[in-house]
Each structure stands twice: as structure tokens, then as C-alpha cells.
């Protein structure tokens, strides 16, 4: 398992993190893009993509604009290696969250879930939707994120269907359930506010949980 977890986490690495095995130089370097990043996804949940700035960034980070401004210079650069980096912590949390419940046959398809629930309720996520979200518009960033996504999609495809013999068997099956919690969660996610707090948001997601059960059972039909 570990070593299809690094072959994945490889493939989806962004040039901007050192490798393990790098020289001391580029693990400082690293270790600096890194503060940012992090200081980035702060500002990016806080303000949102328009609100992201290099002073913010810089004042969250620590980091002097001249040093920052030596990995990164324009905010362009920067957005575009925060991107790979929220799309290589997605696949780290996807790969983590999928070997946690992989060995549970019985009651992976409700873990498996409950997991991505999760995951859709971090920082990271909430960055990651910000510039999804900021994509729509931005052609620049489009430009930037529509290949980083469609390259994730095939790598944890392909990837899936190599090494598990049950996304070989049921790949259809699996892929429409993986879509609709996509799409389930991040609906519910978007109006969990405007839900309130009377039990609305547990019974959607209740909902959301017995539908993918169903749907993989082969008690509802697939379309």
C-alpha cells in the first residue's frame, strides 16, 4: 500500500517541494514555499481568491516580500504553485482516506462517505473551492486549473484500476458513486448555513450516505 501511495503522491508532486532526498539548499527553499503556501491558504480561506495578496501572504508567512518575491515573482507564480500544491494535499487526503477504509469490504461505501464528508470541511478544501470557484471567470487561472483537475481525475483513475481488482470490476458503478458524493457534499456543504442548525443538514447528509449505499448495492438503477 505504501508504495502505491507514493506512486501516486509522485506523479502529483509540484516542482516547488524539495524532494526527500534533496541537498540542504533545497530543503530550506522548500521549506520557505511551504510557509507560504500554507500562510496562502490561510488568506485564500479568510478573504477569498480576489482578497489573496502578497502582503497578506507575506505578513501571515513571516516571509520578507523581497525573500518571497525570490521564489515567486507575481502573484501569478504564486497562484499557480499553490494550485499544485492543493491538488497534491487533495490526492495525499484522497490516498490516505481511501487506504483507511479499503480494508472494510462490509462498510466501505458509508466510511468511505463519512471520509469525504470530512474532507470537504478543511481549510484546504475551502481554499481549493475558492479558486475553483474563481476559475470560472478568471481565463488565466482557468488556463491553470482545468488541466491540474483533469490530470488528478486520470492519474487516480488509472492508478485505481491498476492496482484494485474491484475498480476493475465495478468501475462504472464506483465512478458514478465517487461523482454524485462529489456533487451531494459540496451542495450540502454550500448551504449548510442557510439549513440552520434544526437537523436539516444531518438528514441531507443521511440522505446523501443511504443513496450511495443503495446505488452500490444495485438497488437503485444507474441511469
Not at 491553470?144 to 492508478?159: A, K, Q, V, Y
Amino acid at each position: 500500500m505504501q508504495e502505491i501511495r507514493q506512486k501516486l503522491l509522485k506523479k502529483m508532486r509540484p516542482g516547488s517541494l524539495a524532494a526527500d532526498d534533496a541537498k540542504w539548499q533545497q530543503q530550506k527553499s522548500g521549506q520557505t514555499r511551504l510557509r507560504i503556501f500554507e500562510a496562502a491558504i490561510d488568506s485564500l480561506v479568510e478573504n477569498g481568491y480576489a482578497g489573496m495578496s502578497i502582503p497578506d501572504v507575506c505578513m501571515r508567512s513571516g516571509v520578507s516580500r523581497g525573500a518571497l518575491h525570490h521564489h515567486f515573482s507575481e502573484r501569478a507564480q504564486l497562484v499557480e504553485a499553490l494550485t499544485e500544491y492543493l491538488f497534491y494535499k487533495r490526492m495525499d487526503r484522497f490516498i490516505t482516506d481511501y487506504f483507511e477504509v479499503l480494508s472494510d469490504e462490509v462498510d466501505f461505501v458509508r466510511k468511505a462517505t463519512e471520509l469525504h464528508w470530512e474532507s470537504v470541511q478543511t481549510r484546504e478544501y475551502a481554499a481549493y473551492f475558492e479558486i475553483a470557484i474563481a476559475a470560472r471567470t478568471d481565463d488565466q487561472l482557468r488556463n491553470i486549473f482545468m488541466p491540474l483537475s483533469e490530470r488528478f481525475d486520470r492519474i487516480w483513475h488509472d492508478e485505481m484500476v491498476r492496482n484494485f481488482p474491484q475498480w476493475r470490476e465495478r468501475l462504472e458503478k464506483l465512478q458514478l458513486v465517487s461523482d454524485f458524493v462529489m456533487s451531494a457534499h459540496l451542495g450540502l456543504l454550500l448551504n449548510r448555513d442557510a439549513f440552520g442548525s434544526g437537523g436539516r443538514v444531518q438528514a441531507v447528509y443521511d440522505l446523501i450516505t443511504e443513496t450511495v449505499c443503495q446505488v452500490h448495492r444495485g438497488d437503485l438503477p444507474q441511469g
